[in-house]
């Protein structure tokens, strides 16, 4: 409720867009950030039980990737950070564009925190008729090797360690959660968040997300259009 009430605000001419601009939309932004959180915290419960279920809408990819990208503008001009956004394909999309949201929102938070110059950017490539690789770079610190194994492993084998080990050193809650929706929204199979990290040239992380409008709707998928 939080979030519609300051974007109302934003759009009453009564209000001086000094006002809008220092004082409501920070905090639309920081409110949109903490739903975010709130979202990610009921998915991990939704998970643990075997209850979560993703809520299909048809929508393109660069209008999420461009409202996700949209939260970070603030921060990243304080930083004297750029963000760039290329998005290679056009058509709508049946996924579950909120929880890709929430992806986004973790992996661009993770950039900036790693980030004290340079460009953090997002790409959308079409690879296959039905899929899509999104990417989020940044030039930030190279992760060492050590890191990089003991983030790999955590990845690919989610299950195989203990809960209270996801705060430890290599996986953070924001980047396991992600790892967990990309693992539905991808195709099936392991499909899981990789990355790569290069000296000089920062970090790249990267998914899969697949179209389900040309996939069987299975029994365990709600779906709800909109445009």
Known sequence: ALPIFLEECLGLSEISERVKNDFLTPAFISSR???????DILDYSLILDNKFELNLT??????????????????????????????NCSEPVLTDHQRL??????????????????TISVTVDKTEKNLYRISVKDE????NEETQQN???KLLFPTAHNKADISSSGIGFGLFLSN????????????TIDFESVHGEGTTFYFLVENKSLQKKSSFVSCDESI
């Open 101 to 118: 949201t929430q992806v986004l929102i973790n992996m661009l938070s993770n950039s900036m925190k790693y980030s004290e110059s340079g």
């Open 180 to 191: 967990e929706l990309i693992r539905r929204l991808g195709p099936e199979g392991m499909n």
């Open 140 to 143: 930030g610190v190279r992760m």
């Open 151 to 153: 983030l790999r492993k």
């Open 33 to 39: 950030l903490l739903l975010s959180i709130i979202d």
């Open 58 to 87: 048809m929508q393109s990819l660069a209008k999420t990737v461009a409202d996700s990208v949209e939260n970070f503008k603030e921060k990243a001009e304080r930083k004297g950070l750029k963000l760039n956004v290329v998005v």
